[in-house]
T-cell receptor
Framework: SAVISQKPSRDICQRGTSLTIQCQVD?????MFWYRQQPGQSLTLIAT?????????ESGFVIDKFPISRPNLTFSTLTVSNMSPEDSSIYLC????????????FGSGTQLSVL | GQNIDQPTEMTATEGAIVQINCTYQ??????LFWYQQHAGEAPTFLSY????GLEEKGRFSSFLSRSKGYSYLLLKELQMKDSASYLC????????????FGTGTRLLVSP
């Protein structure tokens, strides 16, 4: 299994500002995934972050809005840029556990509210 | 494209059995997962199916039929703490093998 520390756990931000979310894993992992969960909704994949290369973004998400860093095999950041109230969501990082079924383990999430 | 459907909400009584269905139409398939998510918490893994059939794990079982694009999660001897959202997710078979989540089913267990 993997233990993931994600911070901040929550934040309230002003429109037009940016917030960087950090995700630290207790073991080395090849890929890290960033998800968004809007109020009352299921999880939507934002991007896949591979160490040493540019993140791969899903349809509807762009690097200018959600820049991602992946400086090493245990750490990643997601920035939510130029925020608007529509960005109010829970943001979750996740990694594969490394066992046979390669299930995902999730960080505790960042509850973001944009005023 | 990816399309994963689940009922939005279900209610059941403590001690009963409930079946949560998931149908999927995806461009590739490399396994189906069920996750439980309590309000305000991160999802936690419940079960994994990659071959057809039933996987049993205590009070929870999960079934998969790949030809029908269908799975269900069966919860027995329901407890109040089982009130949560249940998320069906399909892993694709592309390079990153990412998980695509369904709409989620909110289960309310009443006394």
């Amino acid at each position: 299994s993997a233990v993931i520390s994600q911070k901040p756990s929550r934040d309230i931000c002003q429109r037009g500002t940016s917030l960087t979310i950090q995700c630290q894993v207790d073991s080395q992992v090849t890929m890290m995934f960033w998800y968004r969960q809007q109020p009352g909704q299921s999880l939507t994949l934002i991007a896949t972050a591979n160490q040493g290369s540019e993140a791969t973004y899903e349809s509807g998400f762009v690097i200018d809005k959600f820049p991602i860093s992946r400086p090493n095999l245990t750490f990643s950041t997601l920035t939510v840029s130029n925020m608007s109230p529509e960005d109010s969501s829970i943001y979750l990082c996740s990694v594969e556990g490394g066992d046979a079924d390669e299930k995902l383990f999730f960080g505790s999430g960042t509850q973001l509210s944009v005023l | 494209g990816q399309n994963i459907d689940q009922p939005t909400e279900m209610t059941a009584t403590e001690g009963a059995i409930v079946q949560i269905n998931c149908t999927y139409q995806t461009s590739g398939f490399n396994g189906l997962f069920w996750y439980q998510q309590h309000a305000g918490e991160a999802p936690t893994f419940l079960s994994y199916n990659v071959l057809d059939g039933l996987e049993e794990k205590g009070r929870f079982s999960s079934f998969l039929s790949r030809s029908k694009g269908y799975s269900y999660l069966l919860l027995k001897e329901l407890q109040m703490k089982d009130s949560a959202s249940y998320l069906c997710a399909v892993r694709d078979d592309t390079g990153f093998q990412k998980l695509v989540f369904g709409t989620g089913t909110r289960l309310l267990v009443s006394p």
